[in-house]
């Protein structure tokens, strides 16, 4: 069992930027694969970005690369997403997900879920 907790969401102006946290407990992080996804109003929730600690591989939504990275402390037990060059698409509320399994693209892959950290971006 792993407990997500994620944090550093907030309001930002468009251009701006936001570093969320995800803080995890239970099993080996670096056995986990994590990913972060968003939900806006009346959307579904999308794939943002993922990483596996081990082969070190790492994984953006077409709508982010360039501007969104993933990065996991393991020592910490902590992923983050820094998010540059934010624009008033990006609002939702994001949530990061755990999986022991392949690296994915699709929430249903994914096992352990935080509650949720609202990123609004103005215009």
């Known amino acids: 069992q792993v407990q997500l907790v994620e944090s550093g969401g907030g309001l930002v102006q468009a251009g701006g930027s936001l570093r969320l946290s995800c803080a995890a407990s239970?099993?080996?992080?670096?056995?986990?694969?994590m990913g972060w996804f968003r939900q806006a109003p009346g959307k579904k929730r999308e794939f943002v970005a993922a990483?596996?600690?081990?082969?070190?591989?790492?994984d953006y939504a077409d709508s982010v690369k360039g501007r969104f990275t993933i990065s996991r402390d393991n020592a910490k037990n902590t992923v983050y997403l820094q998010m540059n060059s934010l624009k008033p698409e990006d609002t939702a509320v994001y949530y990061c997900?755990?999986?022991?399994?392949?690296?994915?693209?699709?929430?249903?892959?994914?096992?352990?879920w935080g509650q949720g950290t609202q990123v609004t971006v103005s215009s």
């Open positions: 239970g099993r080996t992080f670096s056995d986990y694969a």
């Open positions: 997900a755990a999986t022991l399994g392949r690296l994915g693209q699709e929430p249903n892959k994914y096992d352990y």
């Open positions: 990483n596996r600690w081990s082969g070190g591989r790492t």
